[in-house]
């Protein structure tokens, strides 16, 4: 059972604002989605065809790839040979 203080925290985490009084409702909100998956944990199904399974993905074969130089060439901003994007923080 998630509590207040749970929600309060995961706020937090995911840096969402929620006002003291959203609290009580989230709470509620979380426990009924957790109380839905345990009931779908609950259900007995068929299990899938067993189909042949194959393998969708090429082989992996060496090709020439682009020198530093095209590949930088249309960057905005370059330091020391690779491209130089802004800072995030």
Do not use: H, W
């Not at 930088?72 to 330091?79: F, L, T």
């Amino acid at each position: 059972m998630i509590t207040e203080s749970d929600i309060e925290r995961i706020a937090e985490l995911a840096d969402i604002g929620i006002s003291k009084d959203e609290v009580p409702e989230f709470t509620t909100q979380f426990n009924a989605i957790l109380d839905y998956f345990e009931v779908l944990d609950a259900v007995e199904g068929e299990s899938a065809p067993v189909v042949g399974i194959t393998n969708v993905f090429r082989e992996d074969e060496p090709r020439p790839c682009l020198t530093q130089e095209a590949a930088i060439g249309n960057a905005g901003s370059i330091e020391n040979g690779f491209i130089k994007a802004p800072r995030v923080m």
